[in-house]
């Protein structure tokens, strides 16, 4: 587009860099800034002008807003200021392109700063660093203790086994020097009596080797720099609390301060760590030991950085990972309102602290609520156990018959059903089957002998009636009584099942045998 077809209405300067800057933050922003409001109002009439072309949609509505002009932005309205912007030289007459570069440059590294110095994403950097300086400091704490004490072990070496506490051992060292002016110093300020009298029978026969005082005053030296170090340590330990009370309250609440910092300082940003999901921020800190879990194919860690806090220590080992995870989606929820809530207070977390704190109590006690799934697994349970039933096959349901005619039964026939068959009862025991073997036979020929004899007198009683009747009345009475065999010898050997001797299994070949 020849620039012949656009003119240029009005130019405006910038005093110096401060306004630049404050219009460039507020165009970036969407806002609308002083030099520009002032510029509108004496260039843009209602009789004139009836539509305001604006590069950014943000800064149209705003002036929308304040000036009530009716702005548009679109894509044809890009393309103009792209062609503007190549024919800025031709339009700007006085400016050299090199200074143009320039101050853009300038502005660009302004605007920079401002933003990194302002960003809100960077004011936890404070805390990362606290932290991790934090950890350096009880590394090389712990290091020098340690050097002390096989250092002034040579000489007192009765004195480390006494003294547990690290601080008032290296004040006891300091304040002493040799174990000969022990018995002449008093150490109330430091010690306990019990201690101190403990301190001062071991210095009298104490088995250590005798040292210089050059010797004790190097020790003594690096007592100084231990006390200075932990000194400074208490007061970083200060700054971080407060640092951390002011970032983030909900997560200081929940997890402690400490905690709160490294998980933070894990995620690199307190913006990181609330993207972070639940099941992440349970395991931060427990990376190695998670892909040697999934490479290995065993079991996950339930914990990592987390695992030291105060609700998770106070818990027993079966509940730790319970705990653990319900912690971490509670400080998940309490680092997304630090993050991104207005306004922030430590009210979610106390609650949630609280909730937290009920359900350790109810998982230790065992006292749970009873939940949906409990009375179905009771159910599935009671499909398992056996129970014992015999059933006896019927033989009057046994019909040959079609399925369309139905056969009432006589009275005869209901009295061949009620015949009773007496059972013969058998003892267990290995002698008595063997004595009365002979027995068990007569008694069982006798029984067949009263079936024979009942249904004799009942074919006789019966004699009167026609031959087709008879005939039929036979065929039914025969069926009966071999029906009823078969019972007797079903009852017979349910009964001998109880035990099994060889020569019950003898017995019962016969039986069946002489049933055949």
């Known amino acids: 587009m020849p620039y012949s077809s656009v003119k240029l209405k009005h130019f405006e300067k910038f005093a110096d860099t401060t306004e630049a800057l404050s219009a460039a933050t507020a165009a970036v922003e969407g806002k609308l800034s002083k030099s520009l409001k002032k510029t509108l109002k004496k260039l843009v009439s209602d009789d004139v002008q009836n539509q305001l072309l604006v590069a950014d949609a943000k800064l149209g509505s705003a ?93 007192f070496p ?36 019990e201690l101190e009298e403990k301190v001062k029978e071991a210095a009298e026969i104490s088995m250590g080797t005798e040292i210089s005082e050059e010797d004790i005053l190097n020790i003594q030296n690096l007592c100084d720099e231990i006390l200075s170090i932990n000194e400074y340590r208490t007061h970083l330990y200060d700054y971080l609390k407060t640092r951390m009370m002011a970032m983030a309250p909900n997560l200081t609440v929940l997890v402690g301060e400490t905690i709160g910092a490294r998980l ?39 914990y990592g950085i987390i695992f030291h806090a105060s609700l998770i220590g106070s818990a027993s080992a079966k509940n730790k990972g319970k705990i653990s995870r319900s912690l971490a989606a509670k ?88 015949v009773e068959i007496p059972k013969i009862k058998e003892e267990p025991s290995d002698e008595s089957a063997g004595q009365d073997g002979s027995s068990k036979k007569k008694k069982k020929k006798k029984q067949k002998e009263m079936v024979d004899e009942q249904i004799i007198k009942k074919i006789k009683t019966e004699d009167d009636e026609p031959t087709s009747e008879k005939k039929k009345k036979k065929k039914r009475v025969s069926e009966s009584a071999t029906a009823e065999e078969m019972e007797s010898s079903l009852v017979v050997e349910e009964q001998t099942t109880i035990t099994t001797p060889k020569s019950e299994k003898k017995k019962k070949k016969k039986v069946k045998e002489e049933n055949a």
């Open 63 to 155: 002036i929308k807003d304040k000036l009530a002009l009716q702005c548009v932005s679109n894509t044809a309205v890009q393309e103009l200021m792209r062609c503007i912007r190549s024919q800025s030289e031709s339009l700007l007459s006085g400016l050299p392109k090199k200074e143009m570069a320039a101050m853009a440059l300038g502005l660009a590294h302004s605007l920079s700063r401002y933003k990194l110095k302002f960003s809100p994403d960077k004011i936890d950097t404070m805390i990362v660093q606290a932290q991790c300086l934090l950890d350096d400091l009880d590394k090389e704490l712990n290091n020098y203790m340690m050097r002390a004490r096989e250092w002034y072990g040579w000489h």
């Open 158 to 193: 009765e004195l480390g086994k006494i003294l547990t506490d690290n601080i008032a051992f290296i004040k006891t060292i300091k304040l002493v020097g040799t174990r000969d002016n022990m018995a002449t110093t008093d150490l109330s300020d430091i010690l306990p009596e």
């Open 264 to 302: 933070i300082a894990h995620a690199g940003s307190l913006v990181n760590l609330a993207k972070h999901p639940a099941s992440t921020v349970q395991i931060l800190g427990a990376e190695k030991a998670l892909f040697r879990a999934l490479k290995t194919k065993k079991d996950t860690p339930k």
């Open 331 to 418: 400080a998940s929820l309490a680092t997304r309102v630090d993050a991104f809530g207005e306004d922030v207070t430590m009210e979610l977390g106390t609650e949630h602290r609280a909730k937290l704190e009920m359900r350790l109590r109810m998982l230790e006690e065992g006292n749970l609520s009873r939940l949906s799934g409990t009375g179905k697994a009771k159910a599935k349970l009671e499909k398992y156990h056996s129970k014992s039933e015999v059933k006896v096959f019927k033989a009057g349901e046994d019909s040959t018959l079609p399925i369309g005619k139905k056969r009432k039964l006589t009275e005869a026939d209901e009295d061949e059903e009620k």
